[in-house]
């Protein structure tokens, strides 16, 4: 059972008792145990089965959880959720999961209307008898309508950080398969595309029965679809689709070319090569009948004087025009980030001290941390008055001369306020060290509404940067309305950098929009917003996205030294 599994798991858990109006301290516990443990990354059962440790190591796992999480990692399941289970229809479960629903208000709809499935729910909002409920009103039957349709999306493709966990453990599973001579992963995965339809795999195989009965035998395995003479896929258990294609080692490098995509890439390439004569499929490349290209993706390029792209760059963008320039970026590469700008303490919503996440940063090896809780209006993630983040700095300053080599940062994530304007005035903001500024409310707004709150924000000489800029959370919301260019243009004229939010289901500013940003000389950072110290480790999420979006070290600030950031952030001010 993968961490993310148990985390589904016990985040189930959370809204059953939500739903049945359980203690909100008992559902706060599951929630931030189920974040811990998405975040943790070091297979649980790996822990569990190891006598010299204990799962309550973990933050947010006390005594109780770490017996049922052990319960849950031995037979698979666990009681205590049967009972929930049993106490509410199935059908209605799903509804809970309809993104802007949760389980409150699903709780409301299935008491006061008895709406028991997603069909009887889209039939109410058409009806228009949802709006009649308390707490309720037409645009929230909207909005329920347009996560219904996310909803039915959602379900087919997995978070890339997601699917990434699945490759890993698959990989670790086929590492121990004696007839695989060579395996690498293909496709959007390989691409690090934010989302991953499925997971393409492609081996070099001495015995094909073999590596097939293999990849038959991995534990996650729930049906086995296709199995033909080089071709086999299968369904696993969150979903995901694996394809698996067993390929002669004289074509592995084509055959990588080609699955690895993208389509779009692939159709230049292949009209590159008709130009020249020559002929790219999966088997490789062809001047007549003549193979002379096919064992590595090196060879296959260089036929057409063309460099080995990174997968990341492979969309049909603007990767031919730099290739035909001389110009393919340097992509930046995680171990250029020496500083994370973007992360909360157990003073709002995180759930770790400001000393454990900055011994945590430190030893990944990082410089500086950041941390940036929330400000007051986000009350429910236990946003810091003025008192209180003064307070906190205080707490920061007298930390600051034991980290030795390290700084954190005093920093505020200040909330872009409905009516517009900042949550705290610029006095205060002028004490901090860097600001984040995010939107949190008032996401319905107009596209004009919004694009101001933006833009006034953007001016501010004490905001440093744009957090998550444009709200998205994949397969739940999509961004607000926003006129992105118009803000990227603010932003360069007033200093402010942008930031690519490298939380897996944000990944916000996307790919494109980073290159959009960089096309304006706006200086992106990529941050964790972690609140949890094992949350820092999705900066690598991000960096795959900065890549994506033809980012280099240059283009992203907090590849810098300490020193030059504040060079940069005392230009703005
Ligand atoms: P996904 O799985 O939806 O996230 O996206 P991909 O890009 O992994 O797409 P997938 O799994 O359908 O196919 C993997 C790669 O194989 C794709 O990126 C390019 C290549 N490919 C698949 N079908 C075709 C096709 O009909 N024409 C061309 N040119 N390439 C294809
Ligand atoms: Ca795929
Ligand atoms: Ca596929
Ligand atoms: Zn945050």
New binding site residues.
């Given amino acids: 059972m993968t961490n993310a599994e148990i985390a589904n798991i016990l985040d189930q858990i959370a809204d059953l008792l939500e739903f049945q109006d359980a203690n909100p301290f008992r559902v706060r516990a599951y929630r931030n145990a189920a974040r811990s443990v998405r975040d943790y990354s070091e297979p649980l059962s790996r822990i569990a089965a190891d006598p010299d440790r204990t799962l309550t190591d973990i933050a947010g796992i006390g005594k109780d959880l770490a017996e049922k999480i052990t319960t849950l990692l031995q037979t698979g399941s666990l009681p205590m959720l049967q009972e929930l289970l049993a106490e509410v229809p199935e059908s209605v479960l799903a509804i809970m999961r309809v993104p802007g629903l949760g389980p409150k208000r699903a709780a409301a709809i299935y008491r006061e209307l008895g709406v028991k499935s997603l069909e009887e729910l889209a039939e109410a909002c058409r009806q228009q008898r949802i709006r009649e409920l308390k707490g309720f009103g037409a645009k929230t039957e909207e909005s329920i309508l347009q996560g219904l349709d996310i909803a039915m999306e959602a379900g087919k493709?997995l978070l890339w950080a997601q699917a990434d966990q699945i490759a890993q453990a698959l990989r670790a599973h086929l590492a121990s398969c004696v007839s695989i001579r060579q395996m690498e992963f293909?496709?959007?995965?390989?691409?690090g595309?934010d989302?991953?339809?499925?997971?393409?795999l492609l081996v070099i195989a001495g015995e094909v029965g073999e590596t097939m009965d293999c990849l038959g035998a991995y534990e996650g395995v729930r049906q086995v679809l296709l199995r033909g003479p080089t071709k086999m896929s299968v369904r696993l258990a969150e979903g995901l689709q694996v394809?698996l294609r067993v390929v002669p080692a004289e074509s592995f490098g084509a055959a990588l070319q080609?699955?690895?995509?993208?389509?779009e890439?692939?159709?230049v390439l292949?009209s590159m090569a008709r130009s020249r004569g020559l002929k790219v499929n999966?088997y490789g490349v062809f001047r007549d009948e003549e193979l002379i290209a096919g064992r590595t993706e090196e060879e296959v390029y260089a036929t057409l004087e063309l460099p080995c792209f990174p997968p990341e760059l492979?969309e049909a963008r603007q990767e031919f025009d730099w290739a035909a320039a001389g110009r393919l970026p340097e992509l930046i590469e995680l171990g250029d980030i020496r500083g994370d700008l973007h992360a909360h303490s157990d003073w709002s919503d995180g759930i770790a001290t400001i000393e454990e996440m900055a011994d945590a940063a430190k030893a990944r090896g990082l410089k500086y941390l950041a941390i940036t809780d929330h400000s007051k209006r986000a009350t429910i993630a236990n946003g810091l008055d003025a008192a209180r983040l003064r307070r906190q700095w205080a707490e920061i300053d007298q930390l600051n001369p034991r980290l030795k080599g390290f700084t954190v940062l005093k920093g505020v994530e200040v909330d872009i306020l409905e009516r517009g304007g900042l949550d705290f005035d610029d006095k205060l903001l002028a004490e901090a060290d860097w600001v984040v500024a995010s939107v949190h409310f008032g996401q319905n707004q107009s596209r004009d509404q919004i694009t101001r709150r933006l833009i006034d924000a953007v001016k501010n000489p004490y905001v440093s940067a744009i957090a998550h800029p444009t709200g998205r959370l994949l397969g739940e919301r999509k961004s607000y309305e926003i006129d992105l260019d118009a803000v990227l243009k603010a932003a360069h004229d007033h200093g402010t950098m942008m930031e690519l939010n490298a939380h897996p289901k944000r990944l916000d500013l996307d790919d494109v929009a980073c290159a959009a940003a960089k096309n304006y000389g706006v200086p992106i950072v990529v941050s964790t917003d972690s609140h949890t110290i094992d949350g820092l480790a999705a900066m690598r999420y991000g960096v795959v996205q900065a890549r994506r979006g033809g980012l280099t070290k240059a283009d992203v600030a907090n590849t810098r030294t300490l020193a030059q950031l504040q060079k940069l952030l005392r230009k703005k001010r």
């Fill in positions: 493709r293909a496709g959007s995965y390989r691409r595309k989302t991953v339809g499925d997971l393409d394809d080609y699955f690895t995509g993208s389509k890439h692939n159709v292949r999966e492979r």
